[in-house]
């Protein structure tokens, strides 16, 4: 609520590039999930995610034996792509250079 709507993309961007990562595994299953911590509130990840039609996601707390967290995972190619089309949206505005490469794979 305190970041003006215009700029949601920027924050999820510097949002993802901390916590969030794009990979494709062997048989070309691409992924992509955000991590946060194990009491995180996804909620505005869910209204983001409908505004953009994003229907096939997963959030999830994870317990291991050292640690918890949670997850937003997504591993629908069509959605991701509608992600990585939402958060560099400005093309000036790229973050990390090797995540931003890494989504040209899609």
Same mark, same amino acid.
């Given at each position: 609520e305190k970041i003006p709507k215009h700029l949601h993309y920027a924050f999820m961007l510097g949002f993802f590039d901390a916590d969030?990562?794009?990979? +494709? =595994?062997? /048989?070309?299953?691409?992924?992509?999930?955000i *991590?946060? *911590?194990?009491?995180? /509130? %996804?909620n505005?990840?869910? =209204? !983001?995610? &409908? &505004?953009?039609? !994003?229907?096939?996601? &997963? !959030?999830? /707390? +994870?317990?291991?034996p050292k640690s918890k967290c949670s997850r937003v995972?997504?591993? /629908?190619r069509q959605n991701i792509l509608? %992600? !990585?089309d939402y958060i560099y949206q400005d093309l000036e505005l790229k973050g990390l250079k090797r995540k931003y490469d890494k989504s040209k794979l899609y």
């Amino acid at each position: 609520e305190k970041i003006p709507k215009h700029l949601h993309y920027a924050f999820m961007l510097g949002f993802f590039d901390a916590d969030g990562c794009f990979y +494709i =595994k062997v /048989n070309h299953c691409y992924q992509c999930s955000i *991590t946060g *911590t194990y009491e995180y /509130n %996804w909620n505005f990840i869910d =209204k !983001i995610f &409908e &505004e953009l039609d !994003i229907k096939k996601y &997963e !959030i999830r /707390n +994870i317990i291991e034996p050292k640690s918890k967290c949670s997850r937003v995972r997504m591993s /629908n190619r069509q959605n991701i792509l509608k %992600w !990585i089309d939402y958060i560099y949206q400005d093309l000036e505005l790229k973050g990390l250079k090797r995540k931003y490469d890494k989504s040209k794979l899609y």
